[in-house]
């Protein structure tokens, strides 16, 4: 079992910059690899960046690339999401999730890989 927690969410204006952070505890947390994902109003749930248990992999949606970056510490168990040049359309709330994997990731993280989820934290980028 691995408990999640998100922070760093809030109000920014476009072209600003937020961290997301994901505290998780329980079992061992170098067996999971580590996902983001949002939904914003009116929509389903989305991919936005995926890292292995290692962290020398991730991957991100094509609307995220260049601008978001995931990171992770294993000896505080936490992982990160650093959000720069944010637009409107990043508004979302975002979710940390956990998926028992000890590979390398690539491509587009599927939702339903992923067996522990957050609450998630909102971010709201005005224009």
């Known amino acids: 079992q691995v408990q999640l927690v998100e922070s760093g969410g809030g109000l920014v204006q476009a072209g600003g910059s937020l961290r997301l952070s994901c505290a998780a505890s329980?079992?061992?947390?170098?067996?999971?690899?580590m996902g983001w994902f949002r939904q914003a109003p009116g929509k389903e749930r989305e991919f936005v960046a995926t890292?292995?248990?290692?962290?020398?992999?991730?991957s991100y949606a094509d609307s995220v690339k260049g601008r978001f970056t995931i990171s992770r510490d294993n000896a505080k168990s936490t992982v990160a999401l650093q959000m720069n040049s944010l637009k409107p359309e990043d508004t979302a709330v975002y979710y940390c999730?956990?998926?028992?994997?000890?590979?390398?990731?690539?491509?587009?993280?599927?939702?339903?890989?992923?067996?522990?989820w957050g609450r998630g934290t909102q971010v709201t980028v005005s224009s």
């Open positions: 999730a956990a998926r028992y994997y000890t590979g390398n990731v690539y491509g587009k993280a599927k939702e339903y890989d992923f067996h522990y």
């Open positions: 329980g079992r061992s947390f170098t067996t999971y690899a």
């Open positions: 890292i292995s248990w290692s962290g020398l992999t991730t």
